[in-house]
């Protein structure tokens, strides 16, 4: 049984003040040590803040250690309002003070080597995202913040300041309080509905959290005949006719229905588009060929004596090949000039657009982010202070702003955190 005690860093420096009626109180207690949550207590203590950071697991910034599969991809390149669903605002005002080029510098002076991979994602060189959180704590340390682990807050009271009350029924009081909760998201990484109760009961409003960056639940069964195969696509998601987003990457075909990069980058639009009921989507099997018609005249001009299957060996995978002929209602032993006249054009536009119905997204276990939480237009867009609640800021993942893959949302949750402690730190 692990005994979590209260870990102080610098035993010699005092960490709070005496108030009046010779209480301990902090400078600011910040709520979750995640990636904002870290960021925001390590900047506060380098301003000179006696900070508190509290969180229930018993070690910090386990998501962080999760992300890009255990490699953690903490930035982009292209990091820009484009690559989130959120106010478009907000996040411009969010990365006119905290840019790639500022991510990027800022963990090269807490020592971490970046490397740059392929659409401008950047992992730590050394391959783990123990690289990238190890420096934060060490650099944690060396300020002189408190951490305290294995403690969950359970009830927040703000009168002129704020008392938090952990689970075991410790109390502690601060002048200023960040809530870095985090979402819902990966209950097996710690992912709970804790911060968005603290939040409401703050007064503030959530919007309700669906999952997103997930992969997605397909209708028609018979996809599941392409499981385990891998696509490059143009995955499109339409309402009413219009497309409302897209993606161009891999797709990983799956028994359930459709994983990888594309799928989960749209995942969000769909998560919102689901309450109306399912919604469809098109994968377009060669985005770099258009237009795509002609390409496939000229095929059959050349290959018109071949019997489908061979007529698309070297075009398509076997599967998707196979799955193609049955779907298009190709006679398997005709050669392609006996076809019916329709079926090279049927056969160019379902691989242009080939529908398919998504009935839900995979569960909050399987779902790296969420989309919803704390509404954006309740907190200052310079500083993230709550208008609802004075000297309460909202960091991270537990606002309603969400990211595609590719370290956009770890950039956000830095960039939050950092902005708020400049701001909080600042006043006196």
Known sequence: MHHFAFQLFHPAKLCYTINMNGKQIYDVIIVGAGASGMLCALECARRGKQV?????????????????????????????????????????????????????????????????????????????????????????????????LGEEVIRIRHKQDFTVTTKSGKNFSAHYLVLACGSCAYPQLSGTQSGYMLAKELGLTVNPPKPALSALCIKEKALSRLAGIRSQVLLQVWKNGQAIDQAEGEVLFTNYGISGPAALNVSSSISQELVHGNVPITLNFFPAIHPFQPFLENRLHQFATRKPKDFLAGLLHENIANLLIDFVGLRKNLPMQQQLPQAIQKIGNTLTQWPLSVISLRPWSESMVACGGVKTSEINYNTFESLRCKKLYITGELLDVNGKSGGFNLHFAWASGLIAARHLSAKE
């Open 52 to 148: 508190l950071l509290i969180e229930k697991e018993p070690i910090p910034g386990r998501k962080i250690l999760a992300s890009g599969n255990g490699r953690c991809n903490l930035t982009n390149r292209h990091v820009r309002p484009a690559y989130y669903h959120g106010d478009p605002v907000l996040l411009t005002k969010v990365f006119a003070q905290f840019s790639f080029e500022n991510c990027r510098n800022y963990f090269e002076t807490l020592g971490v080597v970046l490397t740059e991979e392929n659409q401008g994602r950047f992992f730590p060189a050394t391959g783990k995202s123990t690289a990238v959180v190890e420096p934060l704590k060490i650099a944690l340390q060396e300020t002189g913040a408190q951490l305290l």
